[in-house]
Each structure stands twice: as C-alpha cells, then as structure tokens.
C-alpha cells in the first residue's frame, strides 16, 4: 500500500508563488513517475505536471508551461510542485499521484494507482 499526503497548499494573492509538497511511504519511490493533477469542484480532475522516476524528464500542461515546476527528491520519497505567478484560475485542490509507469508521463489519470488527499490552493486578492 502507498500513501501519498500533500502540503504547502493555502490562500496566495494573484501573482504570488507557493511550493506544494507530496511525500510518499510504502512502494518503492524511486521507480515510478509522479505527477500533479488538480481539480476544480463541477470539473473533471486536469493533469497539471508530470516526472520520471529519475526527474531527468517533466511534462507540463500547456497553461502551466513557464510558471510551475515538478522536482522530486528520491532520497527523501518526495516530489514538488514551485508554482510562482499564480492566477485565480489556478485555484483548485492539488493532488500528487504515482504512476504506474517509469519513465514515460502519461496524462490520464486512470494511469496512476496511488493518489493523495489533496490540498487546497487558493489564489485571491
């Protein structure tokens, strides 16, 4: 069994940055690809950013492109999410999720197996 929990999420002003983190116990971390989705209440959960087992490869959804970043600390079995010039629209919860896939980034979400509880960001002024 995998457990993933969240934190760092919270209330940001439009332009603001926060670093979500997700630290992951049971399954071996360091061999799957982890990723970020969140999802909006009426909405279908969206894949935000994605990373390889080893981190050497990200993927971002287009709107996230140049604003967010995924890394990840094997060592650690964490994995993060830098989001700087946050927008209202990025208000959402966030959920880290594994894949059950090395080193490609899928972007469904039924090609994860594990996925956290969430947190809240809220970007308002």
């Known amino acids: 069994q995998v457990q993933l929990v969240e934190s760092g999420g919270g209330l940001v002003e439009p332009g603001g940055s926060l670093r979500l983190s997700c630290v992951a116990s049971g399954r071996t971390f360091s061999v799957y690809g982890m990723a970020w989705f969140r999802q909006v209440p009426g909405k279908e959960r969206e894949f935000v950013a994605g990373?390889?087992?080893?981190?050497?490869?990200?993927s971002y959804a287009d709107s996230m492109k140049g604003r967010f970043t995924i890394s990840r600390a094997n060592a650690k079995n964490m994995v993060y999410l830098q989001m700087n010039s946050l927008k209202p629209e990025d208000t959402a919860v966030y959920y880290c999720?594994?894949?059950?896939?090395?080193?490609?980034?899928?972007?469904?979400?039924?090609?994860?197996?594990?996925w956290g509880q969430g947190t809240q960001v809220t970007v308002s002024s």
């Open positions: 999720a594994q894949s059950r896939s090395r080193n490609s980034i899928p972007r469904g979400e039924l090609l994860y197996d594990y």
């Open positions: 990373i390889t087992w080893s981190g050497d490869s990200t």
